[in-house]
């Protein structure tokens, strides 16, 4: 019998018998797949260790992309990846470590989109500088798909080990703090604003994280930023204003927040020592228009605008 066959049968001696006469435990069949995929199809997890221990790599490529190891996070094979993570001396040495699936993604970009802090904490130090920084079809490093995933944890551990990837963006050109802030993802924006990310730095298409949680109607997002004390007159890529766009889309919320901190910034600024903040604010409402004039009264300001 060949080893698929052994694996229907459910036999541990003749799959051992098979292996001792030669038969390669990682050879792909006319699916493309590895015996090791076929034991999990079956769900037999004692020849599943077995196959471990006899050479079976759970990072072995399939030929259309991905590898058991990436199939079980996405399954959430909870008894097979006890048993792979209690075997991790077997495979952490693959030169299969790299695989990737459909999307480009390698087996450290699925373990944080499957959430799984244990397997996390298991192929954490397998991570190095020369891996870190792959990317998946979407442009995101390990880094920035931790971000996107919103586990703070996830993003401290790389941070504080790797820190260079502050500095990574995606394909869109779009930074940690650009992904959160779109995102809503509070725990992660908190986290780099602690960190003194830089607030005015713009992607690609030229919107700052602000806008970008403008134009997604980010609320919490919003008002981190602007209370972190990033630009309240900041314009999109495409030249419309950041109170233009919550009035186009009747981003009633949104707009409250923002009128609300520019009432704030207001009462700490001195008409005399702050004249050139003073000029940009009046330019900005004479401009856009966001206030009406019953609120421009309200401001003391339907004399200056």
Same mark, same amino acid.
């Given at each position: 019998?060949?080893? /698929?066959?052994?694996?229907?049968?459910?036999?541990?001696?003749?799959?051992?018998?098979?292996?001792? +006469?030669?038969?390669?435990?990682?050879? $792909?069949?006319?699916?493309?797949?590895?015996?090791?995929?076929? /034991?999990?199809?079956?769900?037999?997890?004692? $020849?599943?260790?077995?196959?471990?221990?006899?050479?079976?790599?759970?990072?072995?490529?399939? @030929?259309?992309?991905?590898?058991? =190891?990436?199939?079980?996070?996405?399954?959430?094979?909870?008894?097979?990846?006890?048993?792979? $993570?209690?075997?991790?001396?077997?495979?952490?040495?693959?030169?299969?470590?790299?695989?990737?699936?459909?999307?480009?993604?390698?087996?450290?970009?699925?373990?944080?989109?499957?959430?799984? +802090?244990?397997?996390? +904490?298991?192929?954490?130090?397998?991570?190095?500088?020369?891996?870190?920084?792959? @990317?998946?079809?979407?442009? @995101?490093?390990? =880094?920035?798909?931790?971000?996107?995933?919103?586990?703070?944890?996830?993003?401290?551990?790389?941070? +504080?080990?790797?820190?260079?990837?502050?500095?990574?963006?995606?394909?869109?050109?779009?930074?940690?703090?650009?992904?959160?802030?779109? @995102?809503?993802?509070?725990?992660?924006?908190?986290?780099? $604003?602690?960190?003194? =990310?830089?607030?005015?730095?713009?992607?690609?298409?030229?919107?700052?994280?602000?806008?970008?949680?403008?134009?997604?109607?980010?609320?919490?997002?919003?008002?981190?930023?602007?209370?972190?004390?990033?630009?309240?007159?900041?314009?999109?890529?495409?030249?419309?204003?950041?109170?233009?766009?919550?009035?186009?889309?009747?981003?009633?919320?949104? =707009?409250?927040?923002?009128?609300?901190?520019?009432?704030?910034?207001?009462?700490?600024?001195?008409?005399?020592?702050?004249?050139?903040?003073?000029?940009?604010?009046?330019?900005?409402?004479?401009?856009?228009?966001?206030?009406?004039?019953?609120?421009?009264?309200?401001?003391?300001?339907?004399?200056?605008?």
């Amino acid at each position: 019998m060949n080893l /698929i066959d052994i694996i229907k049968s459910g036999s541990s001696e003749d799959w051992k018998q098979a292996i001792e +006469e030669g038969e390669n435990p990682n050879e $792909l069949d006319s699916y493309g797949i590895t015996p090791l995929a076929w /034991i999990l199809k079956m769900d037999n997890l004692d $020849l599943f260790s077995l196959a471990l221990e006899t050479g079976a790599d759970p990072l072995y490529p399939h @030929r259309t992309g991905g590898s058991v =190891f990436q199939d079980l996070l996405s399954q959430n094979k909870t008894s097979f990846i006890e048993i792979l $993570l209690s075997k991790k001396n077997l495979w952490s040495g693959s030169e299969h470590l790299l695989t990737r699936d459909k999307s480009g993604n390698t087996v450290f970009h699925s373990v944080i989109q499957s959430e799984n +802090e244990d397997v996390w +904490e298991h192929t954490f130090d397998l991570l190095n500088l020369e891996n870190i920084s792959l @990317r998946n079809e979407e442009g @995101r490093s390990v =880094f920035l798909e931790a971000v996107v995933s919103g586990n703070s944890d996830f993003v401290t551990s790389l941070w +504080e080990s790797f820190p260079h990837v502050k500095f990574e963006k995606d394909g869109e050109g779009k930074n940690g703090l650009h992904l959160s802030s779109e @995102r809503n993802l509070i725990d992660v924006l908190r986290f780099l $604003l602690e960190h003194s =990310f830089p607030l005015e730095e713009k992607d690609e298409s030229g919107n700052t994280a602000l806008f970008l949680a403008a134009e997604a109607d980010a609320t919490e997002s919003l008002e981190l930023l602007l209370k972190a004390g990033a630009n309240l007159f900041v314009y999109g890529g495409e030249g419309e204003s950041i109170t233009r766009l919550f009035d186009r889309e009747k981003f009633h919320h949104s =707009f409250k927040i923002w009128k609300k901190e520019l009432y704030q910034r207001l009462k700490s600024l001195d008409q005399e020592k702050d004249k050139i903040k003073w000029e940009e604010v009046l330019l900005y409402l004479k401009t856009e228009k966001p206030l009406t004039q019953a609120e421009l009264v309200g401001a003391k300001l339907s004399d200056l605008v």
